[in-house]
């Protein structure tokens, strides 16, 4: 498959299958000795449609790891280009494994599986994330590592934490932010999987929803996903359960209030250990506050754009809303960054962010890994409404963006995430 190909393939959205239903609850639960608290997701049942540069985005906005260097940069385009020839749609615009693809075997089937299971699983989150909280106009992906040693939970001089109930937890923390709205904030949690295999991707949604109750915010449990990507040779399937907040109730209807409390339960019923420890995170909050629900998820929220200032090279932004512990353990260089570029997409879309040219097998390829330019404007600032108005407007600025069926050879593929977060891919 060649560049051209391969661009073209990924530009365009394709069918995959989702699958949430009672019959896949039932599957599930018996992959286990005890109850899962689980239910079906209807919104996410059925056939549903992805560009796969859709998924490549958000898998490199979720997997960049914390730190910087000049090597890293080369690797983190590397580990993103490496997937663009995996798929190769059917006649029918169904997507499946290119031959190429069908032909990663062992250990790096499974490393692939996993990564695009991560890339998947929070594309449907955020869909998952948007039917709950109607209106939210942008859901934060953080690491729950990050969110458990460096720095969610301080909101001035009041310092609470995120409790790990035992070593096993969900993947990421993800944060949603209705402007207007009087319960502002949102988050919840997202365990991710990724497999070959069919029956044994089962046992890992059982898994999964275990791990979704190794988090405890605020002394509650966050509302949870578990997403199980099956990359088959010639199907996809996005698999999904949520946690339900009343236990033994699986199946009915999903219903979402504006806030739905989920109660802790005893360890030893969802087979964690009993230990609990509390890792105090801290975010630079602006005012003094007693520690809430929304000052908590705020906290995130700033915790996620430094992330995302981070992605596109923005470093001073990223100083500005940073909590400490990624300003003091990054092995930052900043002459070792790449050089910020200015780019316009075909729509129109002004983008800013770090670059790199690539030759491949027909021709060069530049990757922008970057931000709207509004928004990254925005985060160089102190006002948070201000980032929070910016992040509003890039879902109209999406929709403005043209049907890629008229794409010309030498023009720009790109993606851009509810959050701001961009990525182009630009022949030469």
């Known amino acids: 498959m060649d560049l051209r190909r391969a661009l073209d393939i990924v530009s365009q ?7 949430s239903d009672a019959q896949l609850c039932a599957d599930v639960q018996a992959y286990a000795d005890h109850d899962l608290g689980v239910r079906d997701v209807p919104a996410l049942d ?22 910087q ?4 940069e080369v690797h983190r385009h590397w580990s993103l280009l490496r997937y663009l ?12 494994l290119s031959s ?12 692939t599986s996993e990564e695009l299971g991560v890339g998947f699983a929070v594309h449907r989150a955020q869909e998952w994330m948007a039917a709950r909280w109607p209106g939210a106009t942008a859901t934060g992906v953080i690491d729950i590592d990050v969110a458990l040693s460096s720095g969610v939970i301080r909101a001035g001089a009041v310092t609470s934490s995120v409790v790990q109930r035992g070593r096993r937890r ?14 502002r904030y949102h988050y919840a949690v997202v365990e991710c999987k990724g497999t070959k295999g069919w029956r044994y991707g089962l046992d890992q949604m059982a898994s999964a929803c275990v791990q979704l109750r190794g988090v405890a915010v605020e002394g509650r449990q966050p509302p949870g996903l578990a997403v199980g990507t099956v990359l088959a040779d010639d199907w996809v399937w996005c698999r999904a359960l949520e946690l339900s907040p009343e236990r033994r109730r699986h199946h009915e209807p999903t219903a979402y209030p504006a806030e739905v409390s989920y109660p802790l339960e005893d360890t030893a019923e969802v087979h964690v250990e009993r230990e609990m420890f509390e890792r105090a995170v801290h975010v630079d909050m602006d005012e003094e506050a007693p520690l809430s629900a929304e000052n908590l998820v705020r906290a995130g929220t700033q915790a996620s754009w430094a992330s995302l200032a981070d992605f596109a090279g923005n470093d001073y932004a990223f100083q500005r809303w ?16 790449p050089q910020r570029v200015a ?5 129109g879309l002004d983008v800013v962010g770090v670059r790199n040219l690539i030759t491949l097998p027909g021709g060069e390829l530049e990757v922008v890994f970057g931000l709207v330019a509004e928004l990254d404007e925005a985060l160089a600032g102190r006002d948070a409404d201000r980032v929070i108005e910016a992040q509003k407007l890039v879902a109209g600025r999406r929709a403005q963006e043209p049907d890629v069926a008229g794409r010309e050879p030498g023009d720009d593929v790109t993606a851009v995430s509810d959050d701001g977060a961009v990525l182009m891919l630009i022949p030469r």
């Open 13 to 19: 959205p394709w069918t995959y299958v989702g699958v």
């Open 46 to 67: 059925g056939e549903a449609t992805v560009r796969p540069l859709d998924v490549l985005l958000r898998l490199a906005v979720a997997t960049k790891p914390q730190y």
């Open 69 to 72: 260097t000049d090597l890293y």
């Open 85 to 96: 020839g995996l798929f190769d749609p059917d006649p029918d615009g169904q997507l499946r």
């Open 100 to 111: 190429a693809g069908r032909r990663i075997a062992g250990n790096q089937r499974r490393v």
């Open 170 to 183: 969900p993947d990421y923390l993800l944060i949603a932010v209705s402007p207007g709205s009087a319960d």
């Open 322 to 337: 940073a909590p400490p512990v990624f300003r003091t353990n990054l092995d930052r260089d900043v002459r070792a960054r």
């Open 343 to 347: 780019r316009q997409t075909r729509g």
